[in-house]
């Protein structure tokens, strides 16, 4: 039986992998930006998911587990306003901060392992994010999804979020996709 709990401080390694998994290689562009010397991308994935009072923080995931194993995840918290974008702004993450929406519940990331991947998690982990925004009185989820993940975005479509803006993906090493970024949201 697949069971949800919210994450602990122990699940940010986790957390981090399964980020790195959704991210597209987007995370790992900003770890490799902040990581010490002799740090891995996931280690700084996972410090940066131990913190707390912060967006990226463990305290905004909910874990999907099957016997104590974890199986996936889902990181969403509120948005209240969009940052403002200036043309100081890297021209790398520039794309993602123009696909903001506010007020709403942001879905920073969802993954599951391979081994959960069309079992329905994915749907299940929505449902309690879609849950909590209407608990919290939130009008909307949104998230950023990438054009060429097509199964992503036919889960989205399918559970009712509709693109409502893209941007053009800024080519980089890290980054896995090209094309178009697409900001997708769902009215509740």
């Known amino acids: 039986m697949i069971t949800f709990r919210p994450a602990t401080v122990e699940d940010s390694p986790a957390i981090a992998e399964l980020y790195q998994m959704a991210a597209g290689g987007v ?20 410090r940066r998911f131990a913190r707390e009072g912060e967006d990226f923080s463990y305290q905004h995931c909910t874990m999907a587990e ?47 392992y391979p081994v959960a991947r069309g079992k329905g998690v994915g749907t299940q982990l929505l449902e309690l994010v879609r849950q909590r925004a209407r608990r919290d009185n939130l ?12 199964g992503s975005v036919r889960l989205y479509e399918r559970e009712k979020f509709d693109i409502v803006r893209r941007r053009a993906i800024v080519a980089h090493e890290l980054i896995q996709y090209t094309g178009d970024a697409l900001l997708m949201v769902a009215s509740l």
């Open 27 to 46: 995370a790992d562009y900003v770890w490799s930006m902040l990581a010490e010397p002799g740090e891995t991308l996931l280690d700084v994935g996972a």
């Open 66 to 112: 099957q016997d104590g194993a974890v199986l996936g995840m889902v990181h969403a918290y509120p948005m209240f306003e969009i940052m403002d974008v200036d043309d100081d702004m890297d021209p790398v993450l520039r794309p993602y901060c123009d696909l903001e929406s506010a007020p709403g519940l942001y879905i920073a990331g969802i993954a599951c």
């Open 139 to 150: 009008p909307e989820l949104s998230l950023i999804a990438f054009e060429q993940n097509t």
